[in-house]
């Protein structure tokens, strides 16, 4: 089975799963306020609880992580002062939890953030350039410059998708690598990287772990990544 | 130039400082509490040039060869507390101190200690496992929403406790018979059980190469809170086996810490427990207690600059 951890609000991780042939299951938050929870650190005894259902270590075939954190919106079931307790200890929780899984995961958790290094754009920056990537700088001030706008991206950007050795998008093939050596960087597999344009030279803008699950191309990518099996 | 970032009402970051000045050193301190209004900007790509300017001037932190940190929660700030959550004085104090720290993961300058050292602190058992790998003994763990699970649990150790997983302070506390009626509320959220491990507490601090043992002599099931557990308390130096001290340094080295507090505990039979590995040790507590010159090794630290694999 496939786990996808995800936000209880995130419609597109019940849209990657739905019509698949493959057993897959959405973990949400709302399933660790569920009774039969069990997780020793030191040995294999271990049980969860996956879309509503108990669920044994050993039917899990890999995990698929779209939530980097537990936030107290996600727990709308526990009382207010105490959710944001709860969320910082199912967080810290979940980290272990997953780290712990021999299954592949994408991509392996930090304590502080579940879908891989939290890493600030200025660190994917300074890696890249560090690499021999053309990079646009980053720059930030406080108070923030009033025509700031992180998010954005320029007209006729790139997105390179890793999904392990593959990388899917619109792009010159020099780009693939220079985002495959960011994503080896970081030790993740899976990575959403940003260029200015695709053609070869262009510079690098950005990254993150939010590739769209929601592409066909994508969606295949990360299928296959699971169904080769990858073990820790 | 060595950088001090903090508030100087914290006592480990007052005693460094007094500790560099000692050693003839002159750090700059940016102190968060008057920084509230401090601009900055920072620009990225293969160099790092970041600035920052306060009322008593610019720092050129490309100039900064070592650095200590201790930043407070910007809006536990008394400025930032009373303009308000939603104020432009709370934004920007965040914006400070998000910059500060984005700066502090990539210079080359030696940190104490670089914020990303700290995650393992923000999950125990994602800790236990590395410190188990070190060589350490950690106590038989659970962490569950099964109230009969604990109830297996207990019944094996006899003794358990529970206490929290993330980084946010608890008060370890025994589960006891009278405590029982409640454990249904596990059901809401993953807690986690461990045995209750019988013997003495040490804290160590680790500072670069050197070693400050302390040992803690207190009745209750968590020292730190023993006078609300009616308990009494001393903490006096203390030597460790030499293979425990190479643990701790192991530790701390393999999580990046330049300057780590490690939580031991020594059972009757001489098995050492390692509970936790602290990444901002607030370690004047035992200094005064056991007139160990801590400050003067991590002002050593400071000024020696020397990287540790860091940078």
């Known amino acids: ?232 | 130039m060595i950088l001090l970032w903090g508030i100087w009402r914290d006592s480990p970051i007052a005693r460094v400082h007094d500790a560099l000045v000692r050693q003839g050193h002159h750090p700059r301190f940016l102190d968060q509490r008057t920084s509230t209004g401090a601009s900055a900007e920072m620009c990225v790509g293969r160099d790092l040039v970041t600035v920052v300017r306060t009322d008593e001037g610019v720092v050129d932190l490309r100039t900064v060869t070592a650095t200590y940190l201790r930043p407070y929660d910007p809006g536990r700030l008394p400025a930032v507390r009373r303009a308000g959550p939603d104020s432009q004085t709370s934004r920007r104090a965040l914006l400070l101190e998000d910059l500060l720290s984005s700066w502090a993961e990539l210079t080359g300058a030696l940190v104490i200690n670089k914020p990303s050292a700290n995650t393992p602190n923000a999950s125990k058992p994602f800790q236990s496992r590395q410190l188990r790998d070190i060589g350490f003994c950690v106590p038989d763990t659970i962490i569950t929403t099964d109230p009969e699970a604990v109830i297996k649990f207990r019944e094996r150790h006899r003794r358990i406790v529970y206490k929290s997983i993330s980084s946010i302070r608890s008060i370890v506390t025994e589960l006891t018979d009278q405590q029982l009626p409640r454990l249904g509320d596990i059901c809401w959220c993953p807690t986690q059980f461990q045995e209750l491990v019988p013997g003495t507490d040490y804290r160590v601090h680790v500072v670069g190469d050197e070693i400050f043992a302390s040992e803690i002599s207190s009745a209750a099931i968590d020292y730190r809170y023993s006078g609300r557990q009616g308990s009494d308390m001393t903490i006096r130096a203390a030597s460790i086996p030499d293979e425990i001290a190479r643990r701790c340094a192991v530790a701390s080295r393999r999580m990046g810490l330049a300057v780590s507090g490690v939580d031991l505990r020594c059972t009757p039979d001489g098995k050492w427990y390692c509970f936790e590995v602290n990444p901002s040790p607030a370690f004047t507590f035992y200094q005064d207690a056991t007139g160990q010159h801590i400050d003067e090794a991590v002002a050593r630290l400071l000024i020696s600059g020397s990287a540790l694999g860091q940078g």
């Not at chain 1, 050993?58 to 002062?81: K, N």
């Not at chain 1, 953030?113 to 560090?130: F, V």
Request: charged content about 20%.
């Open chain 1, 1 to 232: 089975m496939l786990v996808v951890l995800a936000s209880r609000y995130d419609a597109s991780c019940q849209r990657f799963i739905t019509g698949k042939a493959a057993d897959a299951r959405l973990l949400t938050c709302r399933d660790l306020s569920v009774r039969g929870w069990q997780y020793d650190p030191g040995s294999e005894v271990r049980t969860s609880v996956i879309g509503g259902r108990l669920t044994g270590a050993d039917e899990i075939d890999g995990v698929l992580t779209r939530l980097p954190s537990v936030v107290a919106s996600e727990l709308a079931d526990i009382v207010p002062r105490d959710q944001n307790y709860a969320a910082a200890e199912m967080t810290a929780f979940l980290s272990a939890w997953l780290s712990d899984l021999r299954c592949p995961v994408l991509n392996q958790p930090t304590p502080v953030c579940l879908m891989g290094p939290n890493w600030r754009k200025e660190k994917w920056i300074h890696t890249a350039a560090k690499l021999g990537i053309t990079v646009v700088p980053a720059r930030r001030s406080v108070p923030a410059a009033i025509d700031a706008q992180p998010h954005d991206l320029p007209p006729g950007s790139a997105t390179v998708n890793v999904i392990g050795d593959l990388c899917v998008g619109i792009a010159d093939q020099s780009l693939g690598k220079s985002a495959r050596a960011l994503a080896e960087a970081a030790g993740v597999d899976l990575l959403r990287a940003r260029f200015t344009s695709p053609a070869a030279g262009s510079a690098f803008l950005g990254a993150d772990y939010w590739v769209d699950i929601n592409d066909p191309e994508v969606s295949e990518a990360v299928w296959n990544y699971f169904a080769g099996g990858r073990r820790r």
